[in-house]
């Protein structure tokens, strides 16, 4: 099973509008990482966020990490057509494996 | 540049003939791994390597086989290929392999490979 899973599953937006998606995930991690997919093509990672850190900015990426819940959130500020891709998060699984979540999909609409 | 370089990056083949799909980095990564990803179903881990001839099983490994004879080079080997394994193939890797005392590294991956097997 997926240690990560992103909610909501899609989201569909106007441009210039901030898009915000959740992650969730079941053990005690050291760090989270968010990668973005473009339509059929490899992941690219975004940011990293260790375990101690609870908010990092990444230009219009905004990541934030809740250990106690167990969750962290991506925010999107002022997006862009480009901006539309599936986005997903990623958390160590086990003693030497990273797992993604099902991921999450983000249409910007110009 | 950098980077993970799969081939094919589309195939179209048959029932029960065997296929390769190459992956090799040119970073000196330790760790790499095969994922699958499939509508709904997200990322799922095939198989990874934590470094030459250190290979294990992720968590669809059925129906495939990996080798890592060279640190740089990890394929994957369809030998009797179904249609349940169409899907789209990613390789990817990282200078490190994930554990529990540094967590888990950034993955470099390929440009993906779109399998259909009729």
């Known amino acids: 099973s997926q240690q990560g899973e992103e909610d909501p599953q899609a989201l569909s937006i106007q441009e210039g509008e901030n898009a915000t998606m959740n992650c969730s995930y079941k053990t005690s991690i050291n760090n989270l990482q968010w990668y973005r997919q473009n339509s059929g093509r490899g992941l690219v990672h975004l940011i990293l966020i260790r375990s101690n850190e609870r908010e990092k900015h990444s230009g219009r990426l905004r990541v934030t990490l809740d250990t106690s819940k167990k969750s962290s959130s991506l925010l999107i500020t002022a997006s862009r057509a480009a901006d539309t891709a599936s986005y997903f998060c990623a958390t160590l699984y086990g003693n030497n494996r990273l797992a993604f979540g099902k991921g999450n999909q983000v249409v910007v609409i110009p | 540049e950098a980077q993970v370089t799969q081939n094919p990056r589309y195939l179209i083949t048959v029932t029960g003939k065997k296929l390769t799909v190459t992956c090799s980095q040119n970073?000196?990564?330790?760790?790499m791994s095969w994922y699958r990803q499939d509508p709904g179903l997200g990322l799922r881990q095939i198989y990874y390597s934590m470094n030459v001839e250190v290979t294990d099983k992720g968590d669809v490994p059925e129906g495939y086989k990996v080798s890592r004879k060279e640190k740089r080079n990890f394929p994957l080997i369809l030998e009797s290929p179904s249609p349940n394994q169409t899907s789209l193939y990613f390789c990817?890797?990282?200078?490190?392999?994930?554990?529990?005392?540094?967590?888990?590294?950034?993955?470099?991956f390929g440009a993906g490979s779109r399998l259909t097997v009729l």
């Open positions: 970073m000196n990564h330790e760790y």
């Open positions: 990817a890797s990282t200078k490190r392999p994930p554990g529990p005392k540094t967590g888990a590294n950034v993955l470099t």
